[in-house]
Structures are given as structure tokens and as C-alpha cells.
């Protein structure tokens, strides 16, 4: 049956998408058969040229389900006023969704009726309406089994964020979290039927580079990602005051450009706020703002570059990082507050965890690290170590595995 890959005109922008491209309406009979039987892929989610973290988890998921012989297609999801500004996208765009009507609803639906699986993505802000509720519309329309992938579990959700994860849950033949704490919260918080639910990490690009700094240069400790309220930046800005006596003097980078959803609601508010920290406390000289969007490339050049990464979050929450996940395929020590999601993946050794807002605590483990070569040194061994099941390879090959075994277990609803 033909594939994505059919389609041979320029990649589609509206949701009215040739029938060439996704072939007949998918019946029990027509079903892929066997492990390794391509699978025609829909997937939902935020997609560049978004530039957010699920947009580019997205791209790197997809691309390599392709690369593994999968035909794979995108409906993108759209919110914010800068949503195009990003780098474009390597998969097909078979759709969009981009506000509140149900007939947009209708149409991509009828799209992502004639693959074999839809794989959507979720978390809390993606999609339209109070804690995304308009994804309910969407997904009462799908046909075919649906694997929803949750970027977020709420230990503690609202009774409407319940009910919305309930909905989703109650349409899903799968769910996909990224860690065993994120699936123990999962099933305590929620009814999760007969729906299928697996553990697959958040994959990363690996980084075999092993940097050696030049003897008396500046060591650098990193921060990287969009920046907006809740990213805990001010109170690693805090820690420096404590290392101005560290020589060589270190080198703080926090790279990134604002969120654009927090961006579009107060501008570059947290950003300024930042940078009067850093001027208040006399740290031009050690904490520097690189604003700049960097492709993979030049991020995993930077990733490279740092000595020590450190993720101050405010959340006690946060389920998955991606930043973490490249920090730690990288090879690079860690230093993050006690959140789910570096609980444990640095639990072998690969970084420190520290508390929510506690600059003092920050500025300890820098210390220990910036001074004591060998325990850096033994952190990034383990942090490499930590990376093996990282790779793309092996988290698409796990995505295609459950897609075959929803095959196996659903009955497509008509």
C-alpha cells in the first residue's frame, strides 16, 4: 500500500492531503504483520519550525522511525505568536491544528484515520482550550489505535487536568512515559483500564567526545534551554557569589532564548530580571547571556564544551528533561534540583542533586566539582555509561515495538 513516501509534490501544509499519500482507509485485514512490517506512523504533536523541546523530540523521534523504513507523517500543532521561526522540518506536515473548531478537527482526523497507528504527543499547554481539552474532540474521531506519549505526569493534578488525562486515557490503546517514577505516579493518580503502558526513555544524539579543557582555562558550567519563569536560573545565578574565590574563575553560560509562549504573555520580563541579578551582585565577570537559537549541531558543540551542566528548576515535579537527557549523553557532570526525572537517571553517579532554591547547597557541589578533577572525571564516566540506552536507534525501535503490539491487541472502531 503506499506510504508518505508516495507523494512526490512539496511537503503538504493543509489538512486536505492527497489520498496517494496515506492510501486506503486502514481495515483490520490491511494491518501490518510481524515486527518488522513498516508501519504508516501519524503523529501529533507540537513540530518545528516550533522551536520547544516536544517540537524537537518530535523531529528526532520521527526522523528516526524513517530512517528504520517506517513511513511517518505529522499534524502539527500550533499555538503562540512565534511559532514559525524555528529551523524547518525534515518529516511531512499531513495537517494542522491551530485553534478550536471541530471541523478542523474532522479533517485531520480523517487524515490520521488511514494510518496504521497515531502516536500523540502530550503535555499540559499544547493544545487549545483549558488544560488542552480540545485534544478530547480529536481524539473521540480516531479510528485507528492511538499511543499516547505523556511528556508530563502530575503528582498532584487539578480535578479538570484529571479529568482531561482521564479522556485521553480512556481513548488510548497505549501510553508511553519516559520514566518508572512517571509510570508509579501515573497509575496511582488515574484508572488506567487495559490501556498498555511503557517505559522508554526520552532519546538523545550520543556524544562520544571526551574534551579535554586546556590546562588553566576558565572551567564552564552550562545552562541551556527556552528560559521563563520556574527554570530556577536566578538562584544558580545566587551560587556564583559564593565561588568568586575559585581559581581559575569559572564561567557560567546560560544559552537560550525566552519561551515563546512566555514570551508572548510578558515579554522578556524573567530574562531582565536575570540580568539586574547578575549586575546587583557584581558578576558580569563570571555569568555571561547567550540568547543566540543554535541547530543540533552547535548544541551538541556547546553540550561538548562545558565542564559541568547544572538544571536549577524550581519544579519538584518535572517527569522528564530533555536538557538532562543531552547532559547526561554527553558525558557531562550534572548538578540538578531533586526533581523525578534526574532522581533517577543520576542515581549511578552521573550528577548531584541538590534542593529547589537553595543557592548555598548549588554553590557546594560547583565548589567540590570546580576543584577536585577526579570526581568530574568519575561523573562523566558514569554519565556515559548512563547514556547507552539513550540513543535514538533504540528508543524509535522501542516506539515501533509497542506500535506493532497495539496492532496485535486493537480492533479498529468504525
Known sequence: ????????????STVVFPSLCLGSLVKTSDRPSGQDARLRIGMVSSALPTRCGIATFNEALGT????????VGVVRVKKGVRDDNGPSSALFEIGQLNGLALEERRRVSAVLNRCDVVLVEHEFGIYDGP???????LLALLTVPVVVVLHTVLADPSPHQAEVMAGIIDE?????????????TLVNTLDLGDALVSVIAHGAKLDRLVRTPPRGAR????????????????WAIDAFTELVDVRPLPLYVIAGQTHPNVFAREGEAYREMLHERVRAAGLESMVVFDDRYRDLGSLHQLIASADVVILPYDTTDQATSGVLVDAVAAGRPVVATDFPHARELLADGAGFLVRQRNAHEMANV?????????????MAAAARRAAIPLDWRSVATAYATVAHEVLTRTKVRT
Not at 366 to 378: D, G, H, I, K, M
Open 1 to 12: 500500500m503506499p506510504g508518505f513516501s508516495s507523494f512526490v509534490g512539496p511537503r503538504c
Open 64 to 71: 528516526e522511525l524513517v530512517h528504520l523504513g517506517h513511513h
Open 131 to 137: 488544560d488542552g481539552v480540545s485534544l478530547l474532540a
Open 172 to 184: 488510548a490503546a497505549a501510553i508511553v512515559v519516559m520514566t518508572e517514577g512517571a509510570r508509579t
Open 219 to 234: 572551567p564552564l558550567i552550562l545552562t541551556w534551554g527556552l528560559l521563563g519563569p520556574g527554570k530556577g536560573i536566578e
Open 366 to 378: 560547583l565548589r567540590l566539582l570546580l576543584t577536585n578533577e577526579a570526581v568530574r572525571v568519575e
